[in-house]
């Protein structure tokens, strides 16, 4: 009994360990590659040829069953915008991208941020100062782990993205701090 609650003790502070880093990114620290190394191709992703979504959110919902979901996503991306995860800090494909373009949702290719608004948060994760449209995108309260945070969902699919914090740069004061798995990136030709 005591090995299982160490156990539990110890996924807890780990897991405590990656959200805190992404509240607070001057505690965010650099972890090593998964070593899985390939990336799947999804029927999400866009190809540079590919049309964008929509720019605005028309108030028309995407709604599917997990097991469609699967079929679509690969693995993190399912766990991350399906089950609320989130990728650890410096790995994602986006976090560090300085490329000029859109960022869709991985799930609906709903447009969400230009990368006009992105900046250095320091975090590990891509940090953007706002959304192409504020309907883009649905704040939650989110209360696990012990404390008050806003999760940001995509509007059309419910997508978990990750979460908006007050310390970023103006003229907003905005951090959306997200995590690449959530995000397609169509570069601007």
Same mark, same amino acid.
């Given at each position: 009994m005591t090995s299982k609650l160490l #156990?539990?003790?110890?996924?807890? #502070?780990?897991g405590f360990a990656a959200i805190t880093a992404c509240s607070n990114p001057? %505690?965010?620290?650099?972890? =090593?590659?998964?070593?899985?190394? *390939? $990336?799947? $191709?999804?029927? &999400?992703?866009?190809? &540079?040829n590919a049309p964008l979504g929509d720019a605005v959110f028309d108030?028309?919902?995407?709604?599917?069953?997990?097991?469609?979901? $699967? *079929?679509?996503? %690969? =693995?993190?991306?399912?766990?991350?915008t399906r089950e609320k995860g989130t990728e650890r800090a410096f790995t994602g494909k986006y976090w560090d991208n300085?490329?000029?373009?859109?960022? %869709?949702?991985s799930n609906c290719n709903l447009q969400l941020y230009n990368s006009a608004t992105k900046y250095e948060s320091g975090s590990g994760w891509p940090s953007f100062y706002q959304p192409?449209?504020?309907?883009?995108?649905?704040?939650?309260?989110? $209360? %696990? #782990?012990?404390?008050?945070?806003t999760e940001v969902v995509c509007s059309r699919c419910g997508a978990h993205l990750g979460h908006v914090f007050e310390d970023g740069p103006k003229p907003t004061g905005l951090r959306y701090c997200m995590n690449s798995a959530a995000l397609n990136f169509v570069p601007k030709k």
């Open positions: #156990l539990f003790a110890l996924a807890c #502070l780990i001057s %505690t965010a620290t650099v972890r =090593p590659d998964d070593g899985q190394g *390939k $990336k799947e $191709k999804t029927m &999400s992703e866009h190809d &540079s108030g028309k919902k995407i709604v599917k069953p997990d097991a469609e979901w $699967k *079929k679509v996503l %690969t =693995p993190e991306q399912f766990h991350v300085h490329e000029n373009g859109i960022y %869709t949702c192409i449209a504020k309907a883009n995108v649905t704040e939650v309260v989110d $209360k %696990t #782990l012990g404390m008050v945070r």
